[in-house]
């Protein structure tokens, strides 16, 4: 329908990816004003997008969008001094990975880089197991709490905090040996 | 690099890890209700209204007519549907015991994490040694560890799984299972897991034929898995998924270490893939002609039916996730209640 133009479409998309898209945008924002706002945003983004953009998921590619709403929206409230829940134990979290250096001038040569770091942690991903890997993207894409996790995974949070502390470690690890400067 | 630019990195990850992640879910209790469920459901079928609504729907199955049951858990058990959204707190270290501590275990280069259940002490074999447990407390951000003494699950070969007893209840025997191996063959799997004395199955999803709702069937027996998809016992062992359509899944059980309700999915392109007895995935080439002849056994000898589910847990139906059928449990799912608020 999007590819047709069909004002219907975004419709039909809050119909069946509302709620989904919803939930990825609480995780971040941690209010339903905020939520709502997000995702009805998101369907405008989607609808300015497609085309050229044919998604190959496009599920997942409405909730990339939220997800980027979402923490646009909590980046301006943070600085305000706003907001709660689990953006910033997450983003505490990947301290461990990252070290912290001042960010570049987003540049050519920047958004490559950008692109090869993506890269590595996917291959980092695919070779976990499945369970390991589920862990890490409800964490840190989804940002689901440990407690969260744990009830999705039927296994204890305890293990949960465990196994993040040692991906995190892990990644940490090599990122560095790949020479990227954290 | 700080990390609100990481977190907005992992915000491209490929969109299937991401689907993958919000597709991956442990149903936690349907252990207890949904059999319950099923039978209760039994009560309220809609013949009638199933006939009309599958042979309106159902024009391309394969298969006889199939039958509609709606699942709900207060038909069955009195529960409130809105129970089944749950608030976690994560209890502080000095609240748990050992066994919520400590949810991994090392013994011999080995990592084994915790499967949540007892093992009943016929069923714990030799000492096999002495290894550490580990666990974290998020609160005081600090890991323990703890020695124990690891002993042997009788029928269960070590490399797969283990138990122990924590020093203040010695008389409780705890499974922990390998996250890590990987069988060289079928038949190493077989044997590693004396599946022929612990496997037991239950449901049947049809995948395929996901257009005519949740197509189930139910009361197919182990010994078709044994006779059909079993026969080769020679295929070598792959651990990466496959990419062919998914046909249909079958509940898989191994209930003395643990393993609940996990799959054994077979593809079009002739994969059989289980994540038993953990979530490592391993796949084997069994070829498209046993693969139909499966699936073709089932649809002709055994009853379909459509299961429309009246609520939803978690965003989620409930398949494949579903319960031991037999009732041979020999392991004890421990439940956490500490964690529930």
Do not use: C, M
């Given at each position: 329908m999007y590819w047709d133009r069909d004002e219907k479409a975004i419709e039909a998309t809050a119909e069946k990816y509302g709620a989904y898209c919803h939930s990825v945008a609480y995780q971040i924002v941690n209010d339903d004003e905020d939520a709502a706002e997000c995702v009805n945003d998101t369907y405008l983004k989607a609808w300015d997008s497609m085309p050229p953009h044919r998604p190959k998921i496009l599920r997942t590619f409405l909730a990339k969008i939220t997800r980027n709403l979402a923490f646009n929206l909590y980046k301006h409230y943070h600085a305000e001094k706003r907001g709660s829940g689990e953006i910033p134990l997450v983003l505490d979290e990947l301290s461990e990975v990252v070290g912290g250096s001042a960010a570049g001038v987003e540049s050519p040569e920047a958004a490559y880089e950008r692109r090869e770091l993506l890269g590595q942690i996917e291959a980092f991903l695919r070779e976990l197991p499945q369970e390991k890997r589920v862990m890490f993207l409800r964490r840190y894409?989804?940002?689901?709490s440990v407690a969260q996790i744990a009830k999705r995974l039927r296994t204890t949070p305890n293990r949960v905090s465990v196994t993040l502390a040692r991906l995190r470690k892990a990644l940490h690890e090599r990122l560095s040996e790949r020479g990227y400067d954290l | 690099m700080k990390n609100e630019e990481f977190y907005e990195i992992l915000g491209d990850l490929d969109a299937e890890l991401v689907e993958e992640a919000e597709k991956t879910f442990v149903t936690?209790?349907?252990?207890?209700w949904l059999p319950i469920a099923v039978g209760a459901a039994a009560a309220v079928l809609l013949f009638v209204g199933g006939f009309f609504l599958f042979k309106h729907l159902g024009?391309?199955?394969?298969?006889?007519t199939l039958i509609v049951k709606h699942i709900s858990p207060q038909d069955a058990d009195?529960?409130?549907?809105?129970?089944?959204t749950e608030i976690y707190r994560v209890p502080h270290w000095e609240e748990m015991e050992d066994t919520q501590r400590y949810s991994v275990v090392e013994y011999n280069g080995t990592e084994y994490t915790t499967k949540l259940i007892l093992v009943h002490t016929e069923n714990v074999g030799v000492k096999l040694g002495d290894g550490r447990v580990s666990g974290a407390d998020q609160y005081a951000e600090q890991t323990h560890e703890l020695p124990v003494a690891i002993y042997a699950i009788r029928g269960i070969a070590p490399k797969i799984g283990v138990c122990i007893a924590f020093p203040d209840a010695p008389d409780r025997y705890f499974g922990y299972v390998s996250q890590t191996f990987v069988p060289k063959d079928l038949q190493e799997f077989i044997d590693t897991m004396s599946l022929h004395e612990t496997l037991t199955t239950g449901l049947v999803y049809m995948?395929?034929?996901?257009a005519e709702g949740q197509v189930v069937y139910e009361d197919v027996p182990t010994s078709l898995v044994w006779d059909i998809?079993?026969?080769?016992?020679?295929v070598t062992c792959e651990t990466k998924l496959p990419e062919g359509k998914k046909l249909l899944s079958i509940s898989t059980n191994?209930?003395?270490?643990?393993?609940?309700?996990l799959a054994i999915t077979l593809t079009e392109d002739g994969w059989l893939w289980t994540?038993?007895?953990?979530?490592?995935p391993k796949a084997f080439y069994i070829g498209q002609e046993c693969v139909q002849r499966f699936r073709q056994e089932v649809e002709k000898n055994y009853q379909g039916y459509c299961y429309i589910y009246d609520f939803v847990e978690d965003g989620k139906t409930g398949a494949p996730e579903v319960a031991?059928?037999?009732?041979?449990?020999?392991g004890e799912t421990v439940i956490w209640h500490s964690q529930v608020e």
């Open positions: 894409w989804y940002a689901d | 936690k209790k349907s252990v207890k024009g391309s199955q394969s298969g006889p009195g529960r409130n549907a809105s129970q089944q995948h395929e034929r996901a998809l079993f026969a080769d016992t020679s191994v209930n003395v270490i643990g393993v609940h309700n994540n038993v007895p953990d979530y490592v031991p059928e037999d009732g041979t449990v020999t």
